[in-house]
């Protein structure tokens, strides 16, 4: 056989094995598997695989190399990669729907601060805040899901720990000052189920946790009424509920704002 020959041959194999991989039948059939598969079904866009896991990385990877064209080799990858990120948060290594309490914070008053004193110091302030507030996330058990500018949002197991989080971070956060300003920081707790998506959590919970978290006042721990339920009794003391009005709450939500019980603070 000649190269010329043995080139169209190539060529011609390839040109099959594309029409195949592309059939509709197989195409439907292999995503009809990736519904029955566990895990994210539709995991394989950007949103799915911002995280820093090995399944996201590996998945930018292929979705970097597989044509953009409809692919049955391509669906059947990604529900390998699907099955391995569901399989890696059952046994710890990530989150799946199971209960996580959220924690928001932010600072108040930093943005009108920071516009009279110049980039250079308010990226010092950040710093110095970022390593109390992350710390104490860090130390409660906690994983900081996105630093959100002056503010992050960080996830817990067990709401108690978001709110101990929180609270210890208020108090560290006093001898922190930077040319003379003194962060206020307020912070905002809710127990929930939100949906992982690659590195984000998304879902009303997620929106709720954040509205708790602005309607807080500087130095306040607001947690939802239902998540204060949660709480060890005794070990936290929390004030008369108020209602939570904000775009995106259910009517009728209640929030507490929550300090520690006096037998901790003795």
Not at 51 to 56: F, L, R, T, V, Y
Not at 136 to 160: I, N, Q, S, W
Request: glycine residues 12%; hydrophobic residues 40%; positive net charge.
């Amino acid at each position: 056989m000649s190269e010329r020959e043995d080139s169209r041959r190539q060529a011609g194999i390839r040109r099959r094995a594309v029409e195949l991989d592309g059939r509709p039948a197989l195409l439907a059939a292999a995503r009809e598997l990736r519904r029955r598969l566990p895990g994210d079904a539709g995991f394989g866009d950007p949103l799915s695989m911002a995280g820093d896991d090995p399944a996201s990385l590996v998945g930018r990877q292929v979705s970097a190399l597989t044509p953009a064209r409809p692919s049955a080799l391509r669906e059947l990858g990604l529900g390998a990669l699907q099955m391995w990120q569901s399989l890696s948060e059952r046994s710890g290594r990530g989150r799946g729907d199971r209960p996580l309490a959220l924690l928001f914070t932010d600072l108040v008053g930093f943005s009108r601060w920071a516009l009279t004193v110049g980039d250079d110091v308010a990226v010092e302030l950040l710093r110095q805040v970022g390593a109390v507030v992350e710390g104490a996330v860090l130390e409660h058990g906690g994983t900081v899901v996105k630093r959100l500018g002056d503010g992050l949002m960080a996830a817990f197991d067990e709401p108690d720990a978001a709110v101990r989080a929180a609270l210890d971070a208020h108090e560290r956060l006093v001898e922190v000052e930077v040319v003379g300003y003194s962060p206020r920081m307020r912070a905002g707790v809710h127990a929930g189920r939100p949906r992982r998506i690659g590195g984000d959590y998304l879902g009303v919970d997620v929106n709720v946790a954040a509205r708790v978290g602005e309607a807080a006042k500087a130095g306040e721990v607001l947690v939802t009424a239902e998540t204060c339920e949660r709480l060890p009794a005794g070990a936290f003391e929390a004030g008369r509920p108020r209602r939570l009005r904000a775009p995106g709450v259910p009517k009728g939500f209640q929030v507490r704002s929550v300090r520690l019980g006096s037998a901790d603070r003795g």
